[in-house]
């Protein structure tokens, strides 16, 4: 499995939170925002995948997990 690439490449700003509750041996998702840019997010066994979403439509998909919209993928 691939490291992650340095902070600036692939996309992923040096200022990103990885995912707490990872279990997978290390593997999580990371988001990072940096200043105004917007929002980006990829696993860290997937460097190059990275998605990328404006910050209004982060938090409209925060809200949705947040209500369990989406509960129905973790089973």
Same mark, same amino acid.
């Given at each position: 499995? @691939? %490291?992650?690439? &340095? &902070?600036?490449? %692939?996309?992923?700003? *040096?200022?990103?939170?990885?995912?707490? *509750?990872?279990? $997978?041996?290390? =593997? *999580?998702?990371?988001?990072?925002? =940096?200043?105004? %840019? @917007?929002?980006?997010?990829?696993? *860290?066994?997937?460097? $190059?995948?990275?998605?990328? +979403? +404006?910050?209004?439509?982060?938090?409209?998909?925060?809200?949705?997990?947040?209500?369990?919209?989406?509960?129905?993928?973790? %089973?």
């Amino acid at each position: 499995m @691939p %490291a992650p690439p &340095p &902070p600036g490449e %692939a996309g992923i700003s *040096s200022r990103q939170k990885s995912s707490s *509750s990872s279990q $997978d041996g290390g =593997n *999580s998702v990371e988001v990072s925002k =940096n200043g105004e %840019a @917007p929002i980006e997010i990829r696993e *860290s066994d997937a460097p $190059d995948s990275v998605i990328v +979403t +404006t910050p209004k439509r982060f938090v409209l998909w925060l809200e949705g997990v947040k209500h369990g919209e989406f509960d129905h993928l973790g %089973a």
